[in-house]
């Protein structure tokens, strides 16, 4: 029944992993198949490594012990499990995905072992879920984006080394405050602090796919409904038609032709498009106006404040947001410090490609 609980809810965590690979979804069975054999694996290398090692509770062993052992672990399991996924191994953010499977089923692994020793086998197992499973798929990711353009687009040793400093350090990190009487109060701080750069970076590899498509006239298909939505560019429309594309919802003015983007449809826009923002915040500033205007120095992109529709022709849009999407990227690999460790950690090697 533990092991049962416990596998229950990295299926889950599985598929809610799952769904931020937008573009292009790993089949199900195989990230299963990676998450069990690729768990097994690492958890054999690190039990194989302790071997060697004496670890006190301190923050020096949390690094260069700890997370050391387990996260370079976990690499050599993604080398291994590579060999057999070489053909769904095609896109930049599956290094994130399926590093991922693999911490999970290592966290899983470990949540079995430390619940078969505690008397309260199930309570164990959820607090542990809360925390050390999220932890261990928030150290990794550094090492699955820098192995996959290794193995892809560029030869990366000094970018794989760099991933596997960041995520012992990241590692050491969580287990030292844990570790540490009077620091521990910190723990929320770091536990967050790490996830949330996890999923800035998962964003920002989506970015970078290839199977994003590209918004054209022929993107949006009718769904066969009308909507009332006033047309900022002609004013004339009278019965627009509702149109879809992903979770996109949006309507083509039955006039002039132009897309028209109403309020929380501009985020999902912009989730799709454009991964590398923070959709939430561009939507919350532009939805903050008060007066209408241009997005692009085109002026072919109108944001109406009035009606909160974002309006253009669906190729324009589509250029502008492709074009934009580029400048996200380069925006945030020209950051101080955090975009001099995504450059190094590989990601200067996607710069010139623009896929
Ligand atoms: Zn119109």
Known sequence: MIIGFAALIGVLYLMKIRSYDMYEKEPLLTLLAVAIFGGITAIAISLFLYDFVEVRHNFLDAVFKIGLIEEASKLLALMFVYLFIRKDFNEIVDGIIYI???????????NVFYALKDDQAILTIVMRSLTAVIGHIAFSGYMGAAFIIHVKIHRNYSGLLLALALSALAHGLYDGVLFHERLNFLFIFVFIVLVMGQLWMLKILLGFSAFREELTD??????????????????????PKAV????????ICDFCGHLLVHNQNIRHLTTYFRPALNARSFTKQLTRKNRSEFLDSNQKILFDAKSMTLCAKPAELGTWLAGTNIADRERILGLPLVGFILKHLGMRYLMPLRV
């Open 218 to 239: 022929a993107s949006f298909t009718e769904t066969g409904e009308t909507v009332s939505l006033h047309c900022p560019h002609c004013a004339l429309s009278e019965k």
């Open 244 to 251: 879809q594309f992903w979770n996109i919802r949006a309507a």
């Open 100 to 110: 991922t499977a693999i911490s999970l089923g290592f966290a899983v692994i470990e």
